[in-house]
């Protein structure tokens, strides 16, 4: 999407109109203006040229945004583009006319129905009086020239906007005034001083100059408003570093961050803030992301560990290498999210829209109508007149034109806030109406590493001497398993001692010699053939398989020591997350390609409704499309292998901590990696939503009654009239009033569940037994079938490795490995020699048995 800066506009006519006029331009797709920012993004083939021609042609300005600036400055230039030009030019105009208004009232009204006292020139000098007028008025209109030019620009255009409604009715008033001045001239020549007097009372030149100046009140509270609703954007690009140091040979120098290149090595020091993304590549720190995530704890950072721009180096000096700048960085990547979002339109905008292109010229024809049928029921052109132009003053487009666009940057400044990035409009309103959530499991609801959750020693053996013989031994491991062993020893400030004679068994486990004792772990099958294992060890092994742990035996000179349990455990705000989400009256799925077992222990824990077991990332799109035939599906994951599925899905959602693929396939991003993160955007889409309503609300319900009112309507009834100097202060104020309403959302609480609205629950039971069904269905041509027996296996990640290793075969269309049952199912095209199989699977380090005649 190519962004534009538009200038001239007012309202939301105005955006209506440039709006259409881009999009008449060949090759343009889609082109979405906001009125809020004064931005518009365009989709599509045409020129930048064209687009600029189309909307200059149309009335109004515009330019590319960051057109004469390098890629990495466009940071800059959104900062530039938010900058609040409008206020003061419009405090500026408004002193200004409120000192000649000042004066003009002590005339008209102080003078005329007070009794005021005047310099004696003017006594009884009414034409006088009339002339001092005319000259303040004449004074104020020049000063608030803009509404005219705009206004009557607007008009010749054949798009009038509010500036034009505005000019109408202070224009008419000055001119009807100024007859009625010459015409009182010719009364004073003729001595007709009772004609003099009439003439005096029919002036409005305090209406023309008032609605000007209240006008202008409104347009300067509304811009202050209006800038309050991207301090969220404005925030983050003042985050963004404006130097960096980098190594140049042996010296540090410091640069200009827009200079730094992929691959420079830069410094950073204790409470510096981190310039672009990189690696670190020396040093310890501890790094605070809340800029970017929202926690406000530090992370601690080693070398390896990658660092993040706008973060702040806490405690000690790294040394790091760039692996992205400019706008490829994290930041630059959530500062154009933003904007994006605020620069796209909400399908409930397109209602208001609609409303807003016709709204001016209906106005001014209810206005004519008004005159006319007053002049008709024998009222006087000037009683008649007043009614017109107080139809035309009290008429706000504006307010329809930024109910949504207001409540959308708020709520996305919101969001960001809080680690929640919707990309448009359409995913911050359309987020909020999904009645399914379906969740990838291993990254998601677990963590995505294996840890230990269970160590459990043998009669006599404590837990001290089982993990320091395991950490030991594990520690010359690369196993998966391995990893969470030494991880969990470090946390226990275990001390292993070196072994010798170590030796990996493939598709087994491990042996090694400690101080002349030798040592053994591995799977049940392997440590069972060395050491003699309890039956009651074997009990709760099994046990341990049922809640979807993998069981690791140790034994030392001979004797079973104990076992440990490792798994995939699930985050620890997971189950709050889920019933959070159900608590609203939505229903959770969980899709894994585990087996059914593991899956069924995970699901239980996190507290899903439904688990869908064994599915491949092509799987778990065609279930999303089958839950789409339901309800509203969203559906969350992290990895490569969900993007098909984010992309099916109504609403993607990306946890952050995830790749590159699967955030850009999604509509939001989480960038906590919290699972509680998808019901607080849910949670903050339905208050955008609610938002939106109201403010549409009030701005239809203002006019509907503010209109009729000024009109007249009520006159014959209740005596009830609307003076245009009234008029236009309710204008002035309806526009602010209605972006007042959407900044109280900068109020909202995202993670508080205390105002959450059940929705109707739908069933899915069917289509989910049925995807169940799909899934453990064996492929009709039994032919194509193969069972192979591989030993080693003994986690979910061993399953995914033999999974990955025989499906390189071309003649392998797919592979689906249990370490339960030590088997693997594949589905083969084309024979494959089974020699080739044995070393492929030996390769990965597992032991390859043989064929099955049987699953």
């Known amino acids: 999407m190519d962004q534009y800066t538009v200038t001239g506009m007012s309202c939301a006519a105005c ?168 015409a009182m001239t010719q009364a004073q020549v003729r001595g007709d001083m009772e004609a003099v007097m009439i003439y005096m009372h029919e002036f409005y030149f305090e209406s023309a100059a008032m609605i000007l100046t209240l006008i202008t009140v409104g347009k300067m509270l509304e811009a202050r408003s209006k800038g309050k609703t991207t301090d969220a954007l404005k925030s983050l690009m003042q985050m963004a570093p404006k130097t960096a140091t980098i190594l140049q040979g042996d010296r540090e120098v410091t640069v200009p ?58 405690s000690g000096f790294i040394r790091c290498e760039a692996t992205r700048v400019g706008e490829d960085t994290t930041l630059s990547q959530i500062i154009r999210m933003v904007s994006d979002a605020a620069a796209t339109k909400a399908p409930i905008a397109k209602v208001a829209d609609q409303v807003s292109g016709v709204f001016v010229p209906v106005v001014i024809g209810i206005a004519l109508v008004t005159m006319i049928v007053w002049l008709l029921t024998g009222q006087t052109f000037g009683f008649a007149l007043a009614r017109g132009i107080s139809v035309l003053v009290i008429s706000c487009p504006c307010a329809l034109g930024l109910a949504t666009p207001v409540a959308i940057m708020v709520g996305n400044g919101v969001g960001a806030k809080n680690g929640i990035l919707f990309k448009t409009a359409v995913s911050l309103e359309e987020t909020g109406k999904v009645q399914i959530v379906a969740l990838d499991k291993t990254g998601t609801i677990t963590s995505g590493e294996p840890k230990v959750t269970d160590v459990i020693g ?26 969470a062993v030494i991880a969990y020893g470090d946390e226990n400030h275990i001390r292993g001692e070196e072994v010798s004679d170590f030796r990996a068994v493939p598709g087994n486990g491990l042996k090694a010699v400690l101080r002349g004792e030798p040592l053994v772990g591995g799977n049940l099958a392997y440590i069972g053939q060395q050491v003699t294992v ?67 222990a995970i699901g239980s824990q996190a507290g899903v409704d439904e688990v869908i077991a064994g599915v491949l990332p092509d799987g778990k799109e065609s279930v999303i499309r089958a839950l789409k035939e339901k309800g509203k599906v969203a559906m969350v994951g992290d990895g490569i292998n969900d993007a098909p599925a984010l992309t099916r899905a109504d609403m993607g959602i990306a946890i952050g901590a995830g790749t590159d693929i699967a955030i850009d396939a999604a509509d939001v991003v989480l960038m906590k990696s919290r699972l509680t993160d998808v019901p607080a955007a849910i949670r903050l889409s ?57 900044l109280r959302l900068n109020f909202f609480k995202v993670h508080s569940a205390a105002k959450d609205k059940k929705i109707h629950s739908i069933d899915i039971s069917d289509i989910t037994e049925e995807m169940r069904k799909n899934f453990k269905r064996e492929i009709p041509d039994s032919s194509s079938i193969r069972f192979l027996e591989v030993d080693g296996m003994m986690c979910g990640h061993c399953e995914k490795m033999v999974k990955k290793t025989l499906e390189k075969f071309a003649q392998i269309d797919e592979a689906e490995a249990d370490f339960q049952t030590g088997t693997v199912k594949i589905r083969v095209n084309e024979e494959v020699p089974e020699d080739e199989i044995r070393a492929a699977i030996e390769k990965a380090g597992y032991e390859y048995k043989g064929l099955k005649q049987e699953g």
């Open 458 to 483: 043998a009669d006599g053996v404590s837990e001290k001497e089982l993990l320091e013989v395991a950490y030991a031994l594990e520690k010359k491991s690369e196993h998966p398993l391995a990893r």
């Open 15 to 182: 955006s209506s109109r440039v709006e259409k006029a881009v999009l008449k331009v060949p090759g343009v797709t889609s082109c979405s203006v906001s009125l809020l920012t004064n931005s518009m993004g365009v989709e599509g083939t045409a020129s930048s040229q064209a687009i600029i021609d189309a909307v200059e042609h149309a009335g109004y300005g515009a330019s590319k945004k960051g057109e004469h600036s390098a890629r990495s400055m466009s940071v800059r230039d959104e900062a530039e583009a938010l900058i609040d030009r409008e206020t003061p030019v419009m405090k500026k105009r408004l002193f200004t006319s409120l000192g000649f208004l000042i004066i003009l009232m002590y005339f008209s009204m102080g003078h005329m129905m007070w009794g005021w006292p005047l310099p004696a020139f003017f006594e009884d000098n009414h034409v006088a009086m009339g002339l001092a007028q005319l000259l303040l008025t004449v004074i104020i209109m020049v000063i608030n020239q803009k509404f005219f030019i705009s206004g009557f620009t607007s008009l010749v255009h054949r798009a009038p906007n509010m500036d034009t409604l505005v000019a109408l009715g202070s224009g008419a008033s000055f001119i009807y005034s100024t007859y009625a001045l010459f």
């Open 534 to 600: 309890p039956d009651s060890m074997r009990k709760k092994s099994e046990q341990l398989a049922e809640m979807g742990k993998t069981p690791l035996f140790f034994g030392k000179s001979g004797k079973f020591i104990g076992m440990i349990g490792v798994a995939d455990v699930i985050k620890s705000e997971s189950p709050q997350a889920v019933k959070e989400l159900q608590d609203m009256g939505i229903r959770v799925v969980m899709l894994t390609g585990d087996n059914e077992r593991t899956a069924r």
């Open 686 to 742: 339905r208050a955008t939503l609610k938002n939106i309503h109201e403010n549409l609300f009030w701005a239809l319900i203002y006019n509907i009654i503010g209109i009729p009112l000024a009109a007249g309507i009520w006159i014959p009834l209740f005596g009830l009239q609307l003076n245009p100097m009234f008029g236009a202060a309710a204008m002035s104020l309806s526009s602010f009033c209605v972006v007042s309403n959407a």
């Open 257 to 314: 961050v827009e200079q730094v290149k992929k691959g420079d090595i830069f410094v950073v020091r204790p409470g510096e803030n981190i310039p672009v993304d990189g690696v670190i590549i020396e040093g310890n720190s501890a790094v605070n992301e809340a800029a970017l995530t929202g926690e406000s704890i530090p992370v601690d950072k080693a070398a390896g560990d990658k660092v993040s721009a706008a973060t702040v180096n806490q």
